[in-house]
């Protein structure tokens, strides 16, 4: 009998700290730029992909724009704007957002085509411990709140990250 218990009172143990860490969850939980395509509708979305086996909290994106390039915008563009989310992702589901409005307001606001380089920072927690997750760069051309092209900057991150070694 005390055996048995001994046994299911370590189990329990090494369950938990398996179930806690909160790097597991940092290394499977996802998030993405994409273009989403409806109908005729076209907006630029955050894909956030939980693929844990825990609930993730998600605060906030941090979006910066590098190197804008408009011809006339409506006020002075501030090139970083924050979007918050608030919002938790269950085990195994996902969670699309739209940046559009965020990026049109962060760039001024410009009237008619435009394109910049964009940087997302997204921060997440998993019981009490947070963490972050950077995105890769994209380049992205829009004209209004509609976008027109998504690339992925590889060769952008590899110089960046050579620069702080």
């Known amino acids: 009998m005390r055996s048995a218990e ?3 009172s370590r189990f329990f143990r090494w369950w938990r700290k398996i179930k806690s860490g909160s790097g597991q ?3 499977r939980f996802r998030p993405d730029l994409t273009i989403n395509r409806h109908y005729g509708w076209t907006s630029l979305e955050l894909l956030l992909v939980n693929n844990t086996s825990m609930t993730i909290w998600v605060e906030e994106a941090l ?9 006339w915008q409506t006020s002075i ?3 970083r704007a924050k979007q918050e989310i608030r919002q ?3 085990a195994h589901e996902s969670l699309e957002l739209s940046l559009a409005q965020t990026i049109y307001e962060a760039g001024g ?3 008619g085509g435009y394109s910049c380089l964009i940087s997302v920072n997204v921060w997440c927690r ?8 950077i995105l890769d760069t994209f380049q992205v051309k829009m004209t209004g709140l509609k976008p027109r092209s998504l690339r992925r900057l590889r ?11």
């Open 63 to 71: 979006v910066a724009l590098i190197d804008l390039d408009t011809s």
């Open 109 to 111: 606001k410009p009237q």
């Open 155 to 165: 060769w952008y991150n590899k110089r960046i990250m050579a620069r702080h070694r």
């Open 126 to 133: 998993v019981g009490d411990e947070w963490f972050h997750k």
């Open 77 to 79: 563009p501030t090139g």
């Open 25 to 27: 969850a940092a290394k």
């Open 88 to 90: 938790n992702i269950r």
């Open 6 to 8: 001994l046994w299911k």
